[in-house]
């Protein structure tokens, strides 16, 4: 834990610098901590909208930027419906960050498929920029995303700039046909169906809905992942963020804790992890 939080348990209340619609049910919120918030890609923060509660967000912006923390929010209940709600200036209280992060360092000198599904793709773009940051120690980084429609492709206006990076590669797909679409349509698990990735040398890392972590863990281990080459983003109902309350825990392991990117492997023989 670095930065300003002097007690884990007291949010710091910080001003919204910016309210970024990014698609009709999802908008980044972002904040300019000072001193800033360090944190590593996926690590998560606990958020508070005063008066209404708290919820477990992933920021989505850089770790080496930690002067300038976004979280991306899907409007999905009480506390990101009145997060929605809030304008620049208004005040958020922030406490954090939690939980281990993705395991960096495993994954250079790897092929890393990133796989994506609606605003799963926000914890990701931490990774993303982390791993743009360092991409000469990565072979490469092949990210696969879907979303329901067009409009729900959160970051679409970031897409050309990542796939310039030498690489990088992005394929994307919505759901069902839409007009105007030219692109693909299906469930990201059709993506995964031709992979042209080297499997003796990869890591997959997944972030979206309960359902879609199945289905793609199911086709991982149809293309012959292992169990050790798949994180999956478990990110579940967790309330204290320190391995306290038990509300997430899966087998031994505390999601909040020893998560919320949990290696498949450690986790796959405990009843519910895939649903
Ligand atoms: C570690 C972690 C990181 C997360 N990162 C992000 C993120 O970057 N962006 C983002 O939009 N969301 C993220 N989430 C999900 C987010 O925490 C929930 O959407 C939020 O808690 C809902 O709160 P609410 O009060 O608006 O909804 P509620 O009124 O509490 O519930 C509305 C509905 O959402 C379900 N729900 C509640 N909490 C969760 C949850 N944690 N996961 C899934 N469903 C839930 C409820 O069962 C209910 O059906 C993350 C969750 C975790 C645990």
Redesign the pocket.
């Given at each position: 834990m670095a930065g300003i939080m002097e007690n884990i348990f007291a949010p710091v209340f910080l001003p919204l610098e910016d309210v970024i619609t990014e698609t009709p049910t999802i908008k980044t919120f972002v904040t300019c901590p000072d001193p800033p918030i360090h944190f590593r890609a996926g690590q998560?923060m606990q958020l508070t909208v005063p008066g209404v509660?708290e919820?477990?967000?992933?920021p989505?912006s850089s770790p080496y930027e930690p002067e300038r923390l976004e979280?991306?929010?899907?409007k999905?209940?009480?506390?990101?419906?009145a997060l929605h709600k809030l304008k620049p200036g208004d005040i958020v209280g922030l406490r954090g960050p939690f939980?281990k992060g993705y395991p960096l360092e495993k994954f250079y000198k790897k092929e890393i498929l990133v796989v994506g599904g609606g605003?799963g793709l926000?914890?990701l773009r931490a990774l993303l920029l982390a791993l743009f940051h360092d991409i000469d120690k990565v072979e490469r980084v092949s990210i696969k995303y879907g979303a329901k429609n067009p409009e729900e492709l959160v970051y679409y206006k970031f897409f050309d700039e990542w796939a310039k990076y030498k690489k990088v590669d992005m394929t994307i797909t919505i759901d069902t046909p839409h007009p105007g679409w030219e692109g693909n349509v299906g469930l990201v698990t059709e993506l995964l169906k031709v992979l042209d990735i080297n499997l003796n040398n990869s890591y997959s890392v997944v972030c979206g809905p309960e359902v879609m972590l199945k289905f793609v863990t199911l086709s991982l281990l149809n293309a012959k992942f292992t169990p050790k080459q798949i994180y999956l983003s478990m990110?579940?109902?967790?309330s204290c963020g320190m391995g306290i309350c038990g509300r997430c825990n899966v087998g031994p392991y505390y999601l909040c804790k020893d998560g919320?990117d949990m290696n498949y492997d450690l986790i796959k023989d405990f009843p519910g992890v895939l649903g």
């Open positions: 998560f509660g919820a477990p967000f992933t989505s979280i991306t929010v899907l999905a209940g009480t506390v990101t419906d939980g605003v926000a914890p990110n579940r109902n967790m919320p």
